[in-house]
Every structure is written in structure tokens, then in C-alpha cells.
């Protein structure tokens, strides 16, 4: 994460208690300036402030003007900062403590626009829905591929994954809701183009979606992961998106093309696979959020967050459980024989 600019809008009899918590707080370089307004002074402050400590100024900050009324702050990123600054090699320790990766608030505007439900979030499903049909009914891997870069469905789920670690109950409805649109919306548009159109339902990547195996949750597992990851150390999420896409949407399409060929053992394949990537991808970015130390900073919220963490983790985790469960019968069983097995 780069060096920011915290900067600090509020009453003058602030400026004081402001200038103490960058002080305690080590920025690279503080100043302010007075502003006259109607009805009074303002006094704007900023620092620049190191990325290991921009988390606990904000927090501090965030504590100290608590009670008051009329204050702002604004958090903006810089391209360059010129000389570079010197490394506090004596406070190495006191940085390790304070260390963390994108902050909490940059976190959640990110995820919080990508779990929104929008009408260009809908439109992006359409449209991925489409091209996704196509590629898995012609063995088209390229299209496939293509598919998976417009497809939103990365967002919704660190979206929930995010929102459980805050114990952010308005974010986690949000972002379920999305999921639940987006895949009732996949798997519309899917039976739609298999009751209306001639589809070849034994192209090879159709029917690689409607079985699951103990492997294809690993790769959920991973991808999720990677998202969180990728997330939380301000690196781009966006290749980390397409993995995520390729575990949620092909599955869903798949079962909207069997149900509207009647074909509904395989259906049920489908949204096996479905669940399986959801679950996954959900809880092993649950796990990596816990793992950077994301949560809320006030203390009555820490202990919802706790709350809500060990709830999510043991939903998502009993659900994983039953699911690979079933995996492991429908393997012993042979339920799925009836619907070819994909080539391995």
C-alpha cells in the first residue's frame, strides 16, 4: 500500500487534539492550515503518513473527535512522494506492531461498490450469462474465458465474506442479495436459451459443470482465498475475479441449461458444484480477512464482529462439510453415472 494523505476537516479548538495523535502516531510529515468560514474558524490538517500506520491514525483520530461534531476526514492516495522517505530502522518493532495492509475504510469502499446491487451488476450477469452459454455448449474455452472477465460475481462474495468479519449485517444482506439475483438471473436466462434454442448437451465443458469433485472444492478454496489476499495487500483483484467467475457462473449456467432440457440429475450436479465454489470461496476469504486482522475498531463492535465471524464460519464450514459428504456418497453410490463423467 502507498503512502497516503490523511487529511482532517474540523472546528479550530480541535486542532490540538489532532496534531497530538499525528504526533503519537508517527507521520512522515504534518501541517495545517486555517480556513475562515461563516459563523466561524475551521482549521484543515494533514500528514503524510506511512502505510504501516495509516490504520491506527485513523483509528486514533477516529477516537479522539468521537464526541465532537463537525469534523471530516479524507483519506488520498499519492503517486509519488519526492525525496523518498527514509526508513525508521529504530521503530522497526513499534511498525511491525502497527502493520497492516489496505485499511479497514479503503477496504470497505472497495467491496461495498462491488457488492452493491445495480442495474450495470445485472447487466454484467446478462451478459456473462450469455457468452458463458455459448462457450460451454460449443467447447469454446476462449469464449469461456472471456465470459469469466465480465462476470461480477467476485464482489458479492468478498462482499459477504467482508461484511461477516465487520459483523456488518446491512453489507452481508447486500451482497447476498446480489448473489441470490445474479444466479436467479444466470439460471433464468439459461433455461430461457435451453427450452427455445437446439444446444448440443454433450459438449465435453457442459458436462464437466454438472459433476463435482473433492478437487474442485480445493480450487474454490484457493481462489477465494486469493481474492482476500489480493485485496488486503493493495494489490489489483481483478485476475484474482476471473478465478472466482470460472468457479461461480459456469456452474450456475450449466444448471439452467439441464433444467431446460429436462435433464435434472444433472441439474442437480450443477448446483452441487454451485454451492460447493460459494461455500468455498466464502469462507476461505472469511479466513484470510481474520488472518489480516480486519474488524471493526470500536470495542462493542469487536465483540458482534466476534460473533458474527464464529457464526459465519460455522454455517459456512457445517455447509462445506455436508456437501463434501455428499461428494464422497454420490462418488460411492455412482448417482451421477447416468450423466457422463468429464475426462480427466
Not at 23 to 32: G, N, R
Not at 166 to 187: C, I, N, P, Q, Y
Not at 190 to 204: F, R, V, Y
Amino acid at each position: 500500500m502507498a503512502v497516503r494523505i490523511i487529511e482532517i476537516v474540523a472546528p479550530r479548538e480541535h486542532g490540538a487534539t489532532i496534531r497530538k495523535v499525528f504526533t503519537e502516531h508517527k507521520p512522515i510529515e504534518s501541517w495545517s492550515v486555517a480556513e475562515q468560514e461563516e459563523g466561524g474558524r475551521r482549521t484543515v490538517i494533514k500528514a503524510l503518513v506511512d502505510p504501516d500506520y495509516q490504520q491506527s491514525t485513523l483509528d486514533a483520530l477516529q477516537d479522539a473527535l468521537s464526541g465532537a461534531e463537525g469534523w471530516r476526514i479524507i483519506l488520498s492516495p499519492t503517486d509519488a512522494v519526492i525525496p523518498k522517505p527514509d526508513p525508521d530502522e529504530e521503530a522497526r518493532e513499534t511498525r511491525e506492531a502497527h502493520r497492516r495492509a489496505t485499511t479497514r475504510e479503503v477496504l470497505y469502499g472497495q467491496i461495498e461498490r462491488g457488492a452493491t446491487l445495480t442495474s450495470d451488476y445485472l447487466l454484467f450477469v446478462a451478459l456473462s450469462t450469455v457468452v458463458a452459454g455459448a462457450a460451454l455448449v460449443t467447447n469454446n474455452v476462449a469464449v469461456l474465458i472471456g465470459a469469466m472477465v465480465i462476470a461480477p460475481f467476485l464482489g458479492p462474495n468478498l462482499g459477504f465474506a467482508f461484511g461477516a468479519a465487520l459483523g456488518d449485517r446491512t453489507l452481508m444482506l447486500e451482497a447476498a442479495k446480489s448473489l441470490a439475483l445474479g444466479f436467479a438471473l444466470a439460471v433464468g436466462l439459461s433455461i430461457i436459451g435451453a427450452a427455445i434454442l437446439p444446444l448440443d448437451l454433450e459438449a465435453k465443458e457442459l458436462l464437466d459443470r454438472t459433476y463435482i469433485g473433492l478437487d474442485g472444492m480445493v480450487v474454490a478454496l484457493a481462489s477465494g482465498a486469493c481474492a482476500a489476499l489480493a485485496l488486503t495487500s493493495g494489490a489489483s483483484a481483478s485476475l484474482v475475479g476471473v478465478m472466482v467467475a470460472v468457479a461461480l457462473l459456469p456452474p450456475a449456467v450449466a444448471f439452467g441449461i439441464m433444467i431446460g432440457a429436462g435433464d435434472m440429475r444433472a441439474a442437480l450436479g450443477a448446483a452441487e458444484l454451485f454451492a460447493v465454489n460459494v461455500a468455498s470461496v466464502n469462507l476461505s476469504a472469511l479466513a484470510v480477512f481474520r488472518y489480516r486482522g480486519v474488524e471493526p475498531r470500536e470495542w462493542l463492535r469487536k465483540f458482534e464482529a466476534r460473533q458474527s465471524r464464529r457464526t459465519a464460519f460455522m454455517v459456512l464450514g457445517g455447509l462445506l462439510a455436508l456437501l463434501a459428504l455428499a461428494i464422497v456418497f454420490a462418488d460411492f453410490t455412482g448417482f451421477f453415472d447416468a450423466t457422463p463423467a468429464p475426462t480427466r
